[in-house]
């Protein structure tokens, strides 16, 4: 008790910290916002982060897929249309050899070795069946054991299935040049060793087509023959030990002839007739090897380089809609939202309108009404964005109203701060993350009404240097059945880009509002 | 509603309008087209035609003639006989898949976050975003190619027996119906199991529970009762939408439906079946926004219209 009447004099008192400012601690760790926090959570979304990785590939893909082959953009051959896939290096076991399978009667499968033989017999010397079979030109891969069935006429027939690489099948073909060219090729023979000019074929009565370069061998009702000693014409069959008896055209001392003088001009121009070997032609005109690493379209362009302007233009495009979107909606719902009342309720009944119409329809009427003057793909970009943006301008204008009223707002209001600054400095942000969410779910909906526009034909965009993945499935949808490729390879890559980008945008809508986890709108 | 309507048709057919018509090759034809043009006022100036195109609707319910695709016919009449091929394939592929979808959405959703779960919804995401030709095309590969099961495309009426609904039909209308029926199985499933999971996990089960009920009896009567009040009304509404059908599933099965007759009108350039096909779709697409929002009153009469 004593202590309570005690008095303590005010000198005894001193400040805790005198002379030192009292402040907070500095954050050893750096803060983490809004945006660095959706970045965590984002990262640890493995399905998304792969997602992400495969666009970056299929990117990376269609940019850099012109310098990996040498043919150029729009650069086609008619010969070598519609063929597979061929990697050199890879080319085993039926993957990626450029082969298809096909049956064959025994004529057929002749005519297919007599390929690889022929390419052997460049100096007439009558080439065996082994060596043609050895060389790297044959275009028999794989031979079933014969099998027969009754053909129409109930007659036995003798088949073989047999797997042929359909860039070897294109074999020989006939050319004509001028002699100036002939002698190029002649020096380019000596040059790089390659065979280009064979032995023209006699046009006679063992000859089945005089067009068809490829029968260089004597038939008969398209059955090979050969003639005997006592001049009598036989059938040759296939067996191991088959040989082929060649109907080159001869001059008088036996020797084979390899140009023949077609008529007109001087010595430069005289036109000359001669039959090439294709894969090495092709060589010697484009100083590269037949190389479609995709193999080719119907049309005979790389189908690399085409899926790969597809992909291009696909994401040109869907990324142009979806930023412009952005943008026209982010604005639209941002003056709704936050001006409210009759200019809300006016700019509600346009969107209303503009969303009730039909994208095809919008596609289609714009497209017939503007594509000959500004081009297909600004069409498509225009009809993308009429009402693209409705979504997002909605998203916007519900952020708004749900926060223009909080006090921040009404904090920044009342230290003077402008509309347009209270719009996008202060509640814009906050509405940020649902809008990227479904900005980047409009990709893939792009990507696919892009397809499908194109390949129904109302949007026309091939061309020889522009295509798109539309096109090139509606150009393979009559022929696939032969050329699965044709269809398999588009279909893989719509299909990756857009399961890719459905999974990154999911796991972007998740980073963002956490809340929303699994809950699918 | 119909004002929405009144303006999107009335910028269809002055878009539509005023594209240059083209005239068929044989002269005798052309004439007698051109004639009739006259006589209906076709080179009048556009909004003039877009009055007679108004009066005949409302007078004779008249929507324009199809010149090209069936000559003379009415365009309604056109329309209504593509009608039946693309409602009878969505409609098969509707019942295949709205069971399906909504028994897959339930089995995931109670057996959230389980490895069959995560199976489903790592399939569902492939599917919903694999596009439905990717589908069609499988489908023709493997069960027309390869197996030899079901017919490439769609029979033609004279082919399956003058009826849509005779059995040879319905076989050749399986590849179309699998086609459309892998993303419709896909987008029902993770509505359903986004939907029950959130109803799972709410207070109203856990006070069922606590009053005896077992899980299952829980999640029927209690759970999915509240799940399908948005799920419903979705379903009814793309039911609605679904007259208008897939156009690129119908070219590629050769469907003589709606969608096909949109992409030969705009070939043909016969404009007044395309302008009848622009108002089917606008309209069709309007309904089944109505009726997507009228429909949550009747399922739940706790949610009112104009309320907010």
Redesign the interface.
């Known amino acids: 008790m004593a202590d309570k009447n005690k008095k303590i004099s005010p000198e005894q008192f001193t400040f805790v910290n005198m002379g030192e400012r009292l402040t907070d601690v500095k954050f050893d760790d750096k803060p983490i916002g809004y945006f660095k926090d959706a970045w965590i959570r984002f990262r640890k979304n493995k399905a998304s982060v792969a997602a992400a990785c495969i666009i970056l590939i299929i990117f990376i893909f269609s940019v850099v897929a012109p310098f990996l082959t040498n043919n150029e953009n729009g650069f086609m051959d008619t010969y070598y249309a519609k063929k597979g896939p061929y990697v050199y290096g890879l080319n085993k076991d039926g993957f990626m050899d450029g082969g298809v399978d096909r049956d064959f009667s025994e004529p057929g499968i002749i005519s297919k070795i007599a390929i690889g033989i022929g390419a052997e017999d460049w100096d007439a010397h009558g080439a065996t069946l082994e060596e043609g079979m050895a060389s790297i030109q044959q275009p028999l891969m794989e031979i079933s054991d014969p099998f027969t069935i009754l053909d129409a006429s109930k007659k036995e027939k003798t088949y073989y299935h047999a797997r042929i690489n359909s860039y070897a099948e294109v074999g020989f073909l006939y050319k004509s040049i001028e002699q100036s060219e002939l002698q190029r090729m002649q020096e380019w023979e000596k040059e790089t060793g390659l065979h280009l000019l064979y032995p023209l074929v006699e046009e006679n009565s063992y000859n089945v087509d005089p067009k068809d370069a490829n029968n260089w061998y004597k038939t008969k009702k398209y059955q090979p023959v050969y003639i005997n000693d006592k001049g009598k014409v036989k059938n040759v069959e296939y067996a191991p030990g088959m040989v082929l008896e060649d109907n080159y055209k001869r001059d008088a001392q036996g020797n084979p002839i390899y140009y023949e003088y077609t008529g007109g001009g001087t010595l430069e121009t005289a036109g000359y007739k001669i039959r090439v070997l294709y894969s090495h032609y092709y060589i010697y005109k484009n100083g590269f090897e037949p190389r479609y690493y995709f193999g080719t379209d119907s049309q005979g362009y790389d189908l690399m380089l085409r899926l790969a302007g597809g992909l291009r233009l696909s994401l040109l495009l869907a990324v142009s809609v979806s930023v412009i979107n952005f943008i026209i909606g982010a604005a639209y719902g941002a003056v709704e939202g936050f001006y409210g009342g009759w200019v809300d309720l006016l700019m509600e009944r346009v969107s209303?309108?503009l969303s009730?119409?039909?994208f095809?329809?919008v596609a289609?009427?714009f497209q017939?009404?503007l594509a000959v003057k500004v081009g297909a793909i600004p069409c498509l970009l225009f009809a993308y964005i009429l009402n693209g943006w409705i979504g997002i301008a909605y998203r916007v204008r519900t952020q708004f109203y749900r926060f223009k009223k909080q006090e921040f707002v009404l904090a920044a209001r009342t230290l003077g701060a402008r509309d347009a600054r209270l719009i996008w400095k202060h509640i814009f942000p906050n509405s940020l993350g649902t809008i990227v969410t479904s900005t980047a779910l409009i990709i893939?909906s792009v990507i696919?009404s892009e397809?499908?526009l194109s390949?129904?034909?109302?949007v026309k965009l091939g061309s020889a240097k522009t295509t798109s993945l539309g096109t090139l499935?509606a150009d393979a949808?009559a022929i696939?059945?032969n050329y699965?490729h044709l269809?398999l390879l588009p279909?893989l890559f719509?299909?990756l880009l857009?399961?890719s980008?459905?999974?990154f945008g999911?796991g972007l809508r998740d980073a963002f509002n956490p809340s929303l986890r699994?809950?699918?709108d | 509603m119909v004002f929405t309507l009144f303006i999107i048709v009335t910028m269809t057919f002055i878009l539509v309008h005023i594209l240059p018509r083209e005239m068929p090759t044989d002269k005798v034809q052309a004439q007698a087209i051109a004639a009739r043009w006259e006589a209906l006022g076709y080179n009048k100036p556009v909004l003039t035609q877009y009055g007679i195109y108004l009066k005949n609707i409302f007078t004779k319910w008249d929507f324009g003639t199809s010149w090209y695709i069936a000559p003379r016919k009415p365009a309604l009449d056109v329309l209504t006989s593509r009608f039946l091929p693309t409602l009878l394939v969505n409609l098969y592929s509707m019942i295949f898949s709205v069971p399906v979808g909504i028994a897959l959405g339930v089995y995931a959703a109670i057996r959230k976050n389980k490895w069959d779960d995560s199976l489903i919804s790592t399939l569902v995401m492939v599917f919903i975003s694999v596009p439905s030709y990717v589908y069609a095309f499988l489908v023709q590969y493997f069960l027309y190619f390869k197996l030899g099961w079901l017919p490439l495309t769609m029979y033609s009426l004279a082919d399956a027996g003058g009826s849509y609904f005779t059995g040879k039909m319905f076989v050749s209308m399986i590849p179309a119906v699998i086609a459309l029926s892998f993303g419709s199985i896909a987008g029902y499933t993770r509505f359903v199991r986004a939907e029950l999971t959130e109803s799972l996990t709410s207070e109203y089960m856990l006070l069922a529970r606590t009053k005896g009920l077992t899980r299952p009896q829980a999640t029927a009567r209690h759970a999915l009762k509240n799940a399908m009040v948005p799920i419903l009304p979705s379903i009814l509404s793309e039911f609605i939408g679904l007259l208008s059908g897939s156009m690129i599933i119908e070219r590629i099965f050769s469907i003589p439906g709606v969608g096909q007759l949109y992409i030969r009108s705009l070939n043909l350039f016969d404009y007044d079946v395309f302008m009848m096909d622009c108002v089917f779709y606008t309209f069709i697409g309007l309904l089944a926004g109505i009726v997507l929002d009228l429909s949550y009153g009747f399922i739940d009469p706790r949610i009112r219209m104009g309320e907010r």
């Open positions: 209303d309108i009730g119409v039909p095809i329809i289609t009427l017939i009404h893939p696919f397809s499908m390949y129904l034909g109302i499935l949808s696939w059945t699965p269809m279909a719509i299909s857009m399961i980008f459905n999974l999911n699994n809950v699918e």
